[in-house]
Nanobody, 122 residues
Framework: QVQLVESGGGSVQAGGSLRLSCVAS????????TGWFRQAPGKERETVACIDTYGKTNYADSMKGRFTISRDNDKNTVHLEMIGLKLEDTGMYYC????????????????RGQGTQVTVSS
C-alpha cells in the first residue's frame, strides 16, 4: 500500500515562495507520474505538475514558469518549488500518483495524500 505524505505548506505574502514536499512510502511502479494538484475553496481540482520515475516532467500550461517539480529517488520524495506566489494560488495542495501523465492531467489518480494548505495573502 502506497502512502503519500505532504509537508511544506503555510502562509506567505504575495510574491513569496514555498517548497512543498511529498514523501512516498510503499512501491510506486516504474512509469507512474507523481505530482501535485490543488483545490481552492469552491473551485474544482486543478492539475499542477507531475514527474515520472524517469524524471520527465509534465506541467499544466498555467503552472509553467513559476512552479518547478523535482524528485529525489533516494528519499522517495517529490518536491514542488513555488515562486512568485499569487493570491489565486491559495488552496489545498495534494500529492498524488497516476499511471501516466495523461491520467494525472485527467486526475485519474491511483493514490493521493491528505493535502497541505497554502495560503497567499496580500
Amino acid at each position: 500500500q502506497v502512502q503519500l505524505v505532504e509537508s511544506g505548506g503555510g502562509s506567505v505574502q504575495a510574491g513569496g515562495s514555498l517548497r512543498l514536499s511529498c514523501v512516498a512510502s510503499g512501491y510506486i511502479p516504474y512509469g507512474y507520474c507523481t505530482g501535485w494538484f490543488r483545490q481552492a475553496p469552491g473551485k474544482e481540482r486543478e492539475t499542477v505538475a507531475c514527474i515520472d520515475t524517469y524524471g520527465k516532467t509534465n506541467y499544466a500550461d498555467s503552472m509553467k514558469g513559476r512552479f518547478t517539480i523535482s524528485r529525489d529517488n533516494d528519499k522517495n520524495t517529490v518536491h514542488l518549488e513555488m515562486i512568485g506566489l499569487k493570491l489565486e494560488d491559495t488552496g489545498m495542495y495534494y500529492c498524488a500518483a497516476a499511471r501516466t501523465p495523461r491520467s494525472f492531467n485527467a486526475l485519474v489518480l491511483t493514490w493521493r495524500g491528505q493535502g497541505t494548505q497554502v495560503t497567499v495573502s496580500s
